[in-house]
């Protein structure tokens, strides 16, 4: 069995891709709170092409992987969906993300490149995990219930190749590519 990156496995590798992907962040100019505040407006698409891009890359590669029998899907999680805990998490994060301007990832990521809004914000992340903690026992049995069938990935949901899957995906990411593109002469975001 690989183990990825190097080999490394627990703790060490996960510090080396959290380094690389603050890294990468942060060249993508996703630091910028108004980076993220403009795809909410839908006025600045490359938060959406940088990350819909590497869902592609990432599923692409993993499915690549298993059809090469380098990576047993077994042996890789799939979370079951929790509908109205989802639901919930995304509405509140979608609200601080508004409000701040970045996601946890990139106001970790403000805050090693010297802002202090990313320190703000980091504590607001503080404040409301400690807010869901109190309210855990009030909410948690309706947050985490269980819809539908567990553990499944949108092939097997839809009873298609994975390839399928992610030929529309990679038709979807183009059309918004050329949607989205500036005029000439103008930047493009």
Known sequence: MIHLPLGWTG??????????????????????????TGQLRLVDWTVFKVM?????????????????GLLPFGRIFVPSLYLWGTLL?????????????????????????????????????????????????AIGAWAYARTGKAALTLPQLLHLSPWIILSALLALLVAVVRLTAAPAGRASS
């Open 11 to 36: 703790s060490l590798s996960g510090l080396l891709i959290g380094l690389a992907f603050g890294a990468i962040l942060e060249g993508a100019g996703f630091a910028d709170p108004a980076r993220l």
């Open 52 to 68: 819909f891009t590497a869902i592609i890359v990432a599923g692409t590669l993993l499915y690549l992987f298993r059809d090469l």
């Open 89 to 137: 998490g995304g509405a509140l994060i979608g609200i601080g993300m508004a409000v701040g301007g970045y996601c946890p990832g990139t106001a970790a990521v403000a805050l090693a490149s010297g802002r202090l809004d990313g320190l703000v914000f980091l504590l607001g992340i503080g404040a409301g995990t400690i807010l869901f903690n109190g309210a855990y026992p």
